[in-house]
């Protein structure tokens, strides 16, 4: 069974950063691609970053290109998002996602594995 387990967010002051851990179970962690979406209340959920399995790309929304980072940590079948110089229109609920038809990664709602999701605020 694929689980997904997200941790790492809170409060924090805009300007400053976090990091948001997946940890992630139950199929092979290197083989398929891993996204992070986020949803903002009263907001679609939106894809945000992700990496491709098949060659390693990472993808980046232009809302957050140049202040987030995408990494994965095999040996500990962990992907990140380092978040810097954070606003507060980066408040939401950050998931973690992953599919098993995937190695090429989407920005788009369409995996079918979704972490339960962590709050991040940015206070201004």
């Known amino acids: 069974e694929v689980q997904l387990v997200e941790s790492g967010g809170g409060l924090v002051e805009a300007g400053g950063s976090l990091r948001l851990s997946c940890a992630a179970s139950g199929f092979t962690f290197d083989e398929y691609a891993i996204g992070w979406f986020r949803q903002a209340p009263g907001k679609e959920r939106e894809g945000i970053s992700c990496?491709?399995?098949?060659?390693?790309?990472?993808y980046y929304d232009d809302s957050v290109k140049a202040r987030f980072t995408i990494s994965t940590d095999n040996a500990k079948n962990t992907v990140y998002l380092q978040m810097n110089s954070l606003k507060p229109e980066d408040t939401a609920v950050y998931y973690c996602?992953?599919?098993?038809?995937?190695?090429?990664?989407?920005?788009?709602?369409?995996?079918?594995?979704w972490g339960q999701g962590i709050q991040v605020t940015v206070s201004s």
């Open positions: 990496i491709s399995r098949s060659d390693g790309t990472t």
């Open positions: 996602a992953t599919d098993l038809m995937l190695r090429g990664c989407v920005l788009s709602d369409v995996y079918d594995s």
